[in-house]
């Protein structure tokens, strides 16, 4: 009788702890690294409580020559995963990053994006292009996380509604814009946005250099011809030549980053410059 009783607490408390590491496993947060800020917005929307993110590229710097703080390599010792997203610093660093923590999955959040010519990275600037970043999260939160996949999917398709909207605004500020109207950028940071939606970015800044004093004449013409009436460029550049043209031509600079984690109302925002 006491052996059956033995038996009984016995599988009573490994029923228990079977619960409670099932109770735990679906309300652990996965830890997450991001390179910038939109994508933590978008890992957010997904995630929500059930993750904890920690960015690399702080504001205000940019992620083409960034180098990543002690504090931030002890928080990639403790991370489930890294969403990458191909911007430059992560050639020099990614594997650095997998050498400080074998555990951690990178993952990249463009791979299924079609890129464009020019080098532009900045795939997140396109509404088409964050459903498919989108997803990429979505499918990775719910293979790291199963127990919490109704809760990513609601959260998920909320996301992907509310890109929608962004998008049909985007549209409807440009309704009325001719196909293939160009707008001035300091540095190329807008080419999949141009894309989306039939517009064409004539960008300053040449293969990554300012340019020489010949071809700011030839800026300056174009800039003319087209009735360029702004310049953007973003704070993490210098605003020296871009402010230089703009004098020549009596326009403005228009301040305006694609590192903007109010994703959405940045484009809006560059729909109703350009327009």
């Known amino acids: 009788m006491t052996h059956s009783k033995n038996s009984i607490y016995k599988n009573i408390f490994i029923l228990i702890t079977l619960c409670l590491s099932s109770i735990l ?19 957010k929307a997904i995630g929500q409580d059930k993750v904890n993110i920690s960015l ?17 390599m002890r928080d990639i010792s403790k ?62 939160l719910v293979k790291f996380n199963s127990k919490n996949k109704t809760y990513y999917k609601q959260n998920y398709d909320k996301f992907i509604s509310h890109i929608n909207k962004t998008d049909a605004k985007i549209k409807s500020i440009l309704k009325d814009t001719p196909k293939g109207t160009k707008f001035m ?3 190329p940071g807008w080419g999949h946005f141009a894309k989306d939606y039939n517009l064409v970015q004539l960008a300053i800044e040449i293969e990554g250099k300012s340019p020489k004093p010949k071809q700011i004449a030839k800026l300056i013409n174009i800039a003319r011809e087209e ?9 993490e550049f210098s605003t020296k030549i871009a402010t230089q043209i703009a004098n020549e031509l009596n326009i403005q600079v228009i301040k305006i980053t694609p590192l903007n984690p109010k994703w959405s109302q940045n484009l809006i925002n560059l729909a109703q410059t350009v327009k």
């Open 185 to 187: 950028v300091f540095h």
């Open 25 to 43: 496993n679906a309300n652990s947060n996965l830890n997450i690294i991001v390179s910038i800020l939109p994508q933590q917005t978008f890992v």
């Open 56 to 72: 690399m590229v702080k504001p205000g710097n940019s992620p083409h020559t960034y180098e990543p703080k002690p504090s931030q």
């Open 227 to 235: 009735k360029i009436n702004a310049i953007l460029t973003a704070p």
């Open 79 to 140: 991370a489930n995963i890294y969403f990458s997203i191909g911007v430059e610093f992560e050639k020099a660093w990614l594997p650095k990053f997998s050498n400080q923590n074998h555990n951690m999955k990178i993952i990249n959040l463009s791979k299924n994006i079609n890129k464009i010519e020019g080098k532009d990275i900045h795939t997140w600037t396109s509404p088409s292009n964050v459903k498919i970043i989108a997803k990429t999260t979505y499918d990775t």
